[in-house]
């Protein structure tokens, strides 16, 4: 988790209307040993759980205590039909949470809340504002995560300063539901080969979509290590225990894809 003070700081430089990227040169030295400290924390995270209330079968909150119990590394919160007031208030219990148990804490789409809520970062997609808009709202210390749903994304993300990407969906899986003309392309499982393709991609990249124990294995034999879930978690009787397995069973400390294998 980020030093409390570093969250503090940045709800107070919001507050008084300064970007996090601060002064003319862009990074103080503070800020910059932020930002050190939010990527080695994103390098080592391996289980990214998205929390979704109506998704959960206990109370938000207990789900993510919960998960975070569990060995959850990141929680995003993700709404899209809650009240930018609704959405504040459960950011700043989750940011507690996050602070005092251990975690990164993401908001999806609203930068304006991440900033509010001093969150470690935002998550887009492909549709929401740029990585060059966010990050000239949000500045340099703050994570930034986009939604990819193919190589050409991917390398576009990297291109323009993403931080991590999530790519899937990789299975089919029913939070993201498909319209009824057949679904988008960002909601077609794009399979598991190619987490395979992306085995030297240069930041992090979280296998999203339809992914649980069962399936894990197919996802960690081609190097993909840190893997994004929502109802393999949140919607389980025994939240604890679901998070405890998927955490796991991620290979910790080194390399994620040293499990790699040829396909
Ligand atoms: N983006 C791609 S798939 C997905 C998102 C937000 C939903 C992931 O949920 P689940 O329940 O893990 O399939
Ligand atoms: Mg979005």
Known sequence: MLAKSSHKKRREDSDRGIAASGGPSG????????????????????????????????????????????????????EKEMSDGDFLRLALELRELTARMGGLFIVNDRPHIALESGADGVHLGQEDMSIGEARGLLGRDFIIGLSCHSLEQARQAHQEGAD????????PTQTKVASASGGLPSEQPIGAEILYH???????????????????????????????????????????NATLQLSQSLPRGGDPKCQIKEL
């Open 27 to 78: 990074l103080s030295t503070s800020e910059s040993e932020d930002r050190a400290l939010a990527l080695s924390l994103l390098e080592g995270a391996r289980l990214y759980v998205i929390l979704t209330s109506h998704l959960c079968k206990s109370p938000i909150s207990e789900t993510a205590r919960l998960a975070l119990q569990g060995g959850a590394d990141i929680l995003q919160l993700r």
């Open 164 to 171: 991590y990407i999530g790519i899937g969906p990789i299975f």
């Open 198 to 240: 992306l085995r030297n991609f240069p930041i992090p990249y979280f296998a999203i979509g339809g992914i649980n124990l069962t399936n894990l294995a197919e996802v960690t034999r081609v190097g993909a290590g840190r893997v994004a879930v929502c109802s393999a978690v949140i919607s389980q009787d025994d939240v604890l």
